[in-house]
């Protein structure tokens, strides 16, 4: 017998058998975003919606998760096709979790992945894309280590392509410590930019075959 999950599950691939591009946005909702961030990073959600629901493909290959990091992980949303996806508002307090947010996010995948091989489902590489003003705060060092190291490994076998971008204050060495790809630094509070641009690259992705190799558009809204 078919548990209620899997059945929403074997309905819901049925419904939309496109293959799915999956995204975990791992957003820092730590105290020091409080106020003009944590505002401007709302803002951000809201259009890269919009931006993801214009494009019909797009729409429904997408798949955003979002988790959140302070003294607590949470999972604000579980994978949903750009279409089902409703922007959370977002309150910042508290330390910053890191490490432990990129494993959740590492297992979350995985997981997804399963069901996607369960139903038949092609997927492109998952994307992982974290926003962060500062770096690991509050948890054990070994925690931070063996993120890094599993992204690293995860990277080399293409299970995942990890972003990190660095707000404001972020510690942007310690971040290039965590990640294989160069931190990119946020101009300003830009996420509304940064995120047409996250949109308008997992669209590009989604036209894209499952497993070829696509030019992302320039990056205007920060640095490396």
Same mark, same amino acid.
């Given at each position: =017998?078919?548990?209620?999950?899997?059945?929403?599950?074997?309905?819901?691939?049925?419904?939309?058998?496109?293959?799915?591009?999956?995204?975990?946005?791992?957003?820092?909702?730590?105290? !020091?975003?409080?106020?003009?961030?944590?505002?401007?990073?709302?803002?951000?959600?809201?259009?890269?919606?919009?931006?993801?629901?214009?494009?019909? /493909?797009?729409?429904?290959?997408?798949?955003?998760?979002?988790?959140?990091?302070? !003294?607590?992980?949470? $999972?604000? %949303?579980?994978?949903?096709?750009?279409? %089902?996806?409703?922007?959370?508002?977002?309150?910042?307090?508290?330390?910053?979790?890191?490490? @432990?947010?990129?494993?959740?996010?590492?297992? =979350?995948?995985?997981?997804?992945?399963? %069901?996607?091989?369960?139903?038949?489902? #092609?997927?492109?590489?998952?994307?992982?894309? *974290?926003?962060?003003?500062?770096?690991?705060?509050?948890?054990?060092?070994?925690?931070?280590?063996? #993120?890094?190291?599993? /992204?690293?490994?995860?990277?080399?076998?293409?299970?995942?392509?990890?972003? @990190?971008?660095? $707000?404001?204050?972020?510690?942007?060495?310690?971040? @290039?410590?965590?990640?294989?790809?160069?931190? /990119?630094? /946020?101009?300003?509070?830009?996420? $509304?930019? *940064?995120?047409?641009?996250?949109?308008? !690259?997992? !669209?590009?992705?989604?036209? @894209?075959?499952?497993?070829? %190799?696509?030019?992302?558009?320039?990056?205007?809204?920060?640095?490396?």
């Amino acid at each position: =017998m078919l548990d209620t999950v899997q059945l929403d599950e074997v309905v819901e691939f049925a419904e939309n058998p496109e293959p799915r591009c999956p995204c975990v946005l791992l957003l820092d909702t730590s105290g !020091s975003m409080q106020g003009e961030p944590i505002e401007a990073l709302n803002q951000g959600l809201l259009g890269f919606k919009d931006e993801l629901v214009k494009n019909s /493909l797009a729409s429904r290959r997408v798949e955003v998760a979002i988790v959140t990091f302070d !003294s607590h992980i949470n $999972v604000v %949303q579980d994978f949903v096709t750009a279409d %089902q996806f409703e922007p959370p508002i977002l309150t910042a307090q508290g330390l910053t979790n890191m490490g @432990s947010a990129i494993h959740k996010a590492l297992d =979350m995948i995985g997981e997804r992945k399963a %069901q996607y091989r369960a139903n038949g489902i #092609a997927y492109y590489r998952p994307w992982v894309f *974290m926003i962060t003003d500062g770096e690991p705060q509050g948890e054990l060092d070994d925690v931070v280590t063996e #993120a890094a190291k599993r /992204l690293q490994t995860d990277e080399e076998n293409k299970r995942v392509a990890f972003f @990190s971008v660095g $707000v404001e204050n972020a510690n942007m060495t310690r971040l @290039s410590q965590i990640g294989v790809r160069t931190p /990119l630094k /946020l101009k300003g509070l830009n996420f $509304v930019e *940064m995120f047409v641009w996250l949109s308008a !690259s997992m !669209s590009a992705v989604s036209h @894209s075959k499952v497993d070829e %190799q696509v030019a992302l558009p320039p990056i205007g809204w920060g640095s490396v």
